[in-house]
């Protein structure tokens, strides 16, 4: 399978506890995305990665969570101190970054990590 | 600031009736681009079209077909003879072209029921 790929699926945990995701991007892909999904609702975008360096993140992403991409390919998301509000769907997508002359490359997301916190 | 509002929030119909969801969306871009995604019960979304702003031709494709209207700020999404597997939540999204064009606005999201 040459998707976007992410794990765990699941992962229930206590609250105070600190959880880690991984992602992998389709291999090519140079830009790799996090988004959280609550039930109900619509993805919300969180960060994105081009490469290595992390170019943007969002005001939902609090202090307690972190993200790395450190050889610009898989990525992890960190959720330490986990709160009953973190509990969502995690959903990691990449694409290609536009060249010059080109519009948009577009996102291809994995089947997401649906976190609980108890 | 950019936004996507689906009003239905779950549609209901029975094998083979045509159906349509609804967005609408509010942008002050004078370029955008606008999405439909699919996500089944499996969770993952899938990409189903990508419209320019520019380009409000109309799009058929199979059994889907889209309904661009910069006038209205609408970008509907028909299913024509709907089949259980068409089953899902639809979301329409949006994003700014340009620099920013990575950052996916999505609607919340209709809830389509395809029954046998």
């Known amino acids: 399978d040459t998707g976007v790929s992410q794990d765990p699926r699941h992962k229930i945990t206590k609250r105070g506890q600190n959880v880690t995701f991984r992602c992998d991007p389709i291999s090519e892909h140079n830009r790799l995305y996090w988004y959280r999904q609550t039930l109900g609702q619509g993805p919300e975008f969180l960060t994105y990665?081009?490469?290595?360096?992390?170019?943007?993140k969002s005001r939902l992403l609090s202090d307690r969570f972190s993200a790395e991409r450190p050889k610009g390919s898989f990525s992890t998301l960190e959720i330490q101190r986990t709160e009953q509000g973190d509990s969502a769907m995690y959903l990691c997508a990449s694409s290609l970054a536009a060249l010059a002359g080109t519009t948009y490359n577009e996102q291809f997301f994995g089947p997401g990590t649906r976190l609980t916190v108890l | 600031a950019q936004k996507v509002t689906q009003a239905q929030t779950e549609i209901s119909v029975v094998e083979k009736e045509d159906v349509t969801l609804d967005c609408v969306y509010e942008?002050?871009?004078?370029?955008?681009?606008l999405f439909w995604y699919k996500q089944p019960p499996s969770g993952e979304l899938v990409f189903l079209i990508r419209r320019n702003s520019f380009d409000e031709q109309n799009e058929i494709s199979g059994r889907y077909s889209w309904n661009f209207q910069k006038s209205t700020s609408s970008f509907n999404f028909t299913i024509t003879a709907s089949q259980v597997v068409d089953s899902a939540v639809y979301f329409c999204?949006?994003?700014?072209?340009?620099?920013?064009?990575?950052?996916?606005?999505f609607g919340k999201g209709t809830l389509l029921t395809v029954n046998p």
């Open positions: 999204a949006l994003s700014p072209s340009g620099g920013s064009n990575y950052k996916l606005t």
């Open positions: 990665f081009q490469n290595e360096a992390q170019l943007e």
């Open positions: 942008t002050r871009d004078t370029t955008y681009y």
